[in-house]
């Protein structure tokens, strides 16, 4: 193999530093503004996900940072910053900022991180606010949530992928998942500063909202596609993940994550709304590719027996589900399984992913992943350039910030 070319993450995350919303809402909201305190105790679970219960006694308490917001207590995990010295730490550890790697928050460190990994830009989805927005769906002022979401869009365009991270940390901007009146508003405003790339739900009937399948959202796919947004839908963005029991260990539920965007990509490629939107794009960010020759197999099948059980299904969906590929993308960051049925996935349609700084994140050997992967699916020059970064720029239209080969 010739040498590798610079990577380009689509799937990267960056935590919130404590003073983006203090510093960026108006002054009469600063006292509710999100906020960082620092309290000693145990990680616990809420209805929300993981946060800390005030104890100083208990034998395991340790001190951690909690974002603070309406009657939101949120940790923040070892798992969510699991690189440098917390890289072997326990996901379900809460640590601190001070604890966490600068790179995890601080744009400098970021960028010497990514130097470090042999990745030349990153697609940034957020930590607090959730994947894809669902701490603010789920306040109860919808107002001022509103206020926080545009307040955290605008820290990440002018701030977080700005200056020296202009054209390195790609901006995705969330929308507001409760309105989508609001939602395209909040897209166009994105837009109009130079954000492409939104995050979406892989699944919003699971978080209470109308399914993609109910004309609801329809409006706001039609202005994705006229200003050449990507709709991104990470695993977990559903707000629940696969597993088999209560009880069931999490190797389970992290062997399972896929299945999320296994749903997701039936649900758009069953939908319609691709071939009424032909030059929309989607990614399933996180998603892995091997299963999907299977699944389009299955939709094709049904597909041709779709005249026995939905008289219109060809009026919805005029070709094989199959046909419409070319509009999804799918992430990976070790999947040869996935390398290995390339060609029936649609090598143009995979993109490499690091997933810094979680857990099951490469780096700082991402580079080395990288190399044994296209060893290993025996990948030709072309093919290794198509993973690594050629379809990153394709799908994301990365010519806008220079980068073009």
């Not at 979401?149 to 820290?155: E, I, M, P, R, S």
């Not at 200003?227 to 209560?246: L, Y």
């Not at 009880?247 to 296994?262: E, I, M």
């Given at each position: ?88 730490t326990l996901y379900k550890v809460a640590v601190t900022f001070d604890e966490a790697d600068p790179g995890v928050w601080q744009q400098k460190a970021r960028l010497a991180a990514m130097d470090e ?289």
């Amino acid at each position: 193999m010739t040498t590798t070319p610079l990577i380009i993450s689509v799937d990267d995350h960056v935590v919130e530093p404590p003073n983006v919303w203090i510093d960026r809402l108006p002054a009469k909201y600063r006292d509710r503004a999100p906020r960082v305190e620092r309290v000693k105790g145990v990680m616990a679970v809420d209805q929300y996900g993981f946060t800390v219960e005030e104890d100083h006694d208990h034998p395991e308490a340790r001190w951690a940072d909690i974002w603070v917001y309406e009657d939101l207590r949120m940790a923040l995990p070892a798992g969510q910053v699991q690189v440098g010295k917390l890289a072997n730490t326990l996901y379900k550890v809460a640590v601190t900022f001070d604890e966490a790697d600068p790179g995890v928050w601080q744009q400098k460190a970021r960028l010497a991180a990514m130097d470090e990994n042999h990745i030349e830009a990153a697609l940034m989805f957020p930590t607090m606010p959730r994947f894809c927005g669902q701490t603010f769906k789920e306040r109860s002022d919808k107002a001022f949530a509103l206020l926080c979401l545009q307040a955290y869009n605008d820290w990440m365009i002018d701030e977080w992928c700005a200056g020296d991270g202009y054209g390195r940390l790609i901006p995705v901007t969330l929308i507001p998942l409760w309105d989508v009146d609001l939602a395209i508003a909040e897209v166009e405003r994105c837009v109009a500063k130079g954000a492409h790339a939104i995050t979406f739900s892989e699944n919003p009937a699971h978080l209470d909202l109308p399914s993609i399948h109910s004309g609801y959202w329809d409006p706001l796919w039609a202005v994705c596609e006229d200003n050449d947004v990507v709709v991104n839908m990470h695993i977990g963005s559903s707000s629940r993940m696969p597993t088999t029991a209560p009880d069931a260990p999490p190797l389970v539920g992290k062997s399972l994550s896929f299945l999320n965007s296994l749903g997701t990509m039936m649900d758009w490629l069953a939908s319609g709304i691709l071939p009424r939107h032909p030059k929309l794009r989607i990614a399933l960010s996180e998603s892995q590719v091997g299963w999907i020759p299977f699944v389009l197999g299955r939709l094709d099948n049904e597909w041709e027996l779709g005249h026995l059980f939905e008289k219109d299904l060809r009026l919805r969906v005029p070709e094989r589900p199959s046909a419409y590929m070319n509009q999804i993308y799918g992430c990976i960051f070790d999947d040869l399984a996935g390398l290995e049925v390339r060609d029936r996935v649609g090598m143009s349609q995979i993109m490499f992913e690091t997933d810094y700084p979680h857990g099951d994140t490469s780096y700082p050997y991402s580079r080395q992943m990288a190399e044994k992967l296209v060893t290993a699916a025996d990948l030709s020059e072309h093919e290794t350039w198509q993973l690594l970064r050629g379809n990153a720029i394709s799908c994301y239209r990365l010519d806008r910030y220079g980068i073009t080969k």
